[in-house]
Structures are given as C-alpha cells and as structure tokens.
C-alpha cells in the first residue's frame, strides 16, 4: 500500500514571500500521479498541480511548481510570490493510474500555510 | 457545470440513527468515491464505485453502507450513526482509467457534508 507523510504540520509566511511545503511518499510501482490539494477554509478541494512520475520535468502552474525528486520519493510544492488567498490547507495526494478502475487517491495529514500581510 | 454536487450541506444526527448522503455528477464520469475528513487525519476513502453496478471498500468502510444507483449517482448510508462518524464527508468523481496511459485524469470533489452525531 502507498503511503503520504507531510511532516509540518503548519507553517507561515510573509506576504510576497516564497514558501515551500514538503511531502514524501511510499511506493514499490514506478508509474504513478502526484497531486497537491487546496483547501480554503470554504473546505472545498481545490486541485493545484499534478505530476505524472514518467516526466523528469517538474511541473509548473503560474506561482505554484514542485520539486519531484523521483529517487528520494520526495515531492515538494513551492509557493513564490505568496498571497493572502494562499492561505488554506495544502494536502499532497499520491495515485497509482495502472490499477485499471481501481485507480483512487492516497492522501497526507496536510499542512495548514498561513500567510501573513 | 455542477460538477459533484452533495446533499445534504449540513445534519445533526442522534446516536443510533440512520441518515443517507446523496451525490451526483454530471461529467459523465465512471469512478465515484466516499471520503471521510478528521482533524489531523487528511482525507480517507470509504468506499468506491470504479463503475455503475460495482462498489468496494476502501480504508475505513466499517459502519457504512454505499449504493451506486447509476451511471451519476452514489450514495452513502449511516445504518445506525455514532459519535465516531463526525467527520466532513466528501464526494468524488474521476474519469475510469482503462488499460494505457491517461494524463488527464483528474479527480473532482464536491463541497463537503458536515456530519454531526450526539
């Protein structure tokens, strides 16, 4: 079974700041989706970026990208030019595709970013 | 576009009760689930229809009941509520990945149900 450990389970930072949120995962398969998850204090899912484990390039999404490091089994959001609405909940999520319908997410703790004005 | 829509948004349950929370999609999508949310504990799956007519247990199943009624809805029944089930509950939907590679997949959320038992 895959396992998601976040191990902050809060953090802050300062308005226009870059912040970065740490995940770890555990897997035998060497094809698999990782995701980060907002969620606002509305508690809605909100996704904000996915990773395919076959790309070596890390993916990107405006102020949002991470650090997939596929050996380590680390994978790291990075938030630059942080903003009040950032402020939310953030869970990382792990998805094995190749389990045919099978397929459903394994998520972390979560780590609750606070960012200050 | 609705998207996942959950019902009910809010219930206050007595111990011993039953009660069902109802969920819809309209993107056509195969796969539903059931999560449950507790303080600390992130986001755990009940239960989940990979397709209409097919449910199987996820990670804590114990003391719930899920029915996939068809193709856009998949409920999830508290046979006989307890204070343990308060939680936030939310529905999920996601396109079914067959055999091969499929990128795009994603999987939404609805907007939660607040479950309170006493």
């Known amino acids: 079974a895959q396992t998601v450990t976040q191990s902050q389970p809060e953090m802050s930072v300062q308005e226009a700041e870059t912040v970065t949120l740490s995940c770890t995962y555990d897997?035998?398969?060497?094809?698999?989706?990782l995701f980060w998850y907002k969620q606002p204090p509305s508690r809605q899912m909100i996704l904000v970026i996915r990773q395919e484990a076959y790309k070596q390039q890390n993916a990107t999404e405006n102020r949002f990208s991470v650090n997939f490091q596929k050996a380590a089994k680390s994978f790291s959001l990075k938030i630059s030019d942080s903003q009040l609405g950032d402020t939310a909940m953030y869970f990382c999520a792990f998805m094995n595709p190749f389990t045919g319908a099978n397929s459903k997410l394994t998520f972390g703790k979560g780590i609750t970013l606070s960012v200050r004005p | 576009n609705a998207g996942v829509t959950q019902t009910p948004k809010f219930q206050v349950l007595k111990t011993g009760q039953s009660m069902t929370l109802q969920c819809a999609q309209d993107m056509n999508h195969n796969s539903m689930y059931w999560y449950r949310q507790d303080p600390g504990m992130g986001l755990r799956l009940i239960y989940y229809?990979?397709?209409?007519?097919?449910?199987d247990k996820g990670e804590v199943p114990n003391g719930y009941n899920v029915s996939r009624l068809n193709k856009r809805e998949f409920s999830l029944r508290l046979e006989s509520a307890a204070p343990s089930q308060t939680s936030v509950y939310f529905c999920?939907?996601?396109?079914?990945?067959?055999?091969?590679?499929?990128?795009?997949?994603?999987?939404?959320f609805g907007e939660g149900s607040w479950l309170t038992v006493v």
């Open positions: 999920a939907s996601s396109e079914e990945l067959g055999q091969g590679y499929a990128p795009g997949n994603t999987i939404y």
């Open positions: 897997t035998s398969e060497s094809n698999y989706y």
């Open positions: 229809s990979a397709s209409e007519g097919t449910t």
